[in-house]
């Protein structure tokens, strides 16, 4: 009985053990998830910063329109003025987003929108108020003090529009320009701008130069090339294959003199007394 009584005591005492440890497991499991996912989107955060902080003006201006458009918070961009007595000046420019809180998928269309918009007017090296503008709406004076209007996308966002209504109505393709973004923010972690055609098309500037070259480059190459012979390739230089030498004529076998013919043998003369 005694030994009954000490066994369902250790059992109870397991289980109750179990019990306890049981939160705290699950606690730390959560924990661990909790900071894998924050490591990954700072790196997805710090990637479309790299990406867009020339456009920005700054790496720190990136990091703010990041991070404000993804939380829906008030943007303060920064920018620094050198003065003829060799100081500088800053000027604050506060940007607040209409459209909410947004996914960084999201965060990268509007931007990548945003800089083929001006890029179109001619502004590649813009100003925060010119980003306000490009984002929120607003007019810019260009170089030769004429202003352009701007609907902006992130006001054509909230409206309710597509990204892809929206790039149509700025004269862009959305592909084009995200292409664009993607080949500029690969090529040189952000320091390529993406300048925009004439026909509204977003374009890589270096990498449509580096295009352009090699395509008037093998135009040459196949016109250089283009001959009436039949592979087309008589331009290249080939070492010259000896010709195949005239193999003599093999000298006539004379015929075979002709066997001359066997004497007829006359007819038997009939033997004397016959």
Request: aromatic fraction near 2%.
């Amino acid at each position: 009985m005694k030994t009954r009584q000490l066994t369902l005591t250790l059992v109870c005492a397991a289980v109750m053990t179990a019990l306890a440890a049981t939160p705290a497991l699950a606690q730390e499991t959560t924990t661990s998830g909790s900071g894998t996912t924050s490591t990954s989107v700072q790196q997805e955060s710090t990637r479309l910063s790299s990406q867009f902080s020339t456009f920005a003006g700054s790496d720190t201006n990136a990091q703010a329109l990041v991070n404000g458009l993804r939380d829906g918070t008030s943007i303060t961009l920064a920018q620094v003025t050198q003065n003829a007595d060799g100081t500088t000046t800053t000027t604050d420019t506060t940007i607040q987003p209409v459209t909410g809180t947004m996914g960084y998928g999201n965060v990268r269309i509007a931007l990548s929108l945003a800089e083929a918009s001006l890029a179109k007017a001619g502004i590649t090296d813009p100003t925060p108020a010119e980003i306000a503008a490009a984002l929120n709406g607003g007019s810019v004076t260009l170089a030769d003090g004429t202003t352009v209007d701007l609907a902006g996308v992130l006001a054509a966002r909230a409206s309710g529009e597509g990204w892809g209504q929206i790039a149509n109505a700025m004269g862009f393709k959305l592909g084009d320009v995200m292409r664009s973004a993607q080949a500029a923010g690969a090529g040189s972690e952000g320091a390529a701008h993406a300048n925009v055609a004439a026909n509204g098309h977003a374009e890589v500037g270096a990498d449509a130069v580096h295009g352009s070259a090699n395509a008037n480059a093998n135009a040459d190459f196949g016109s250089s090339q283009s001959t009436d012979h039949p592979t087309g390739l008589s331009g290249l230089s080939h070492a010259a294959v000896p010709e195949i030498p005239v193999v003599p004529t093999r000298p006539q076998i004379p015929d075979r003199p002709q066997i001359p013919e066997r004497p007829q043998i006359p007819d038997n003369v009939g033997r004397p007394g016959g």
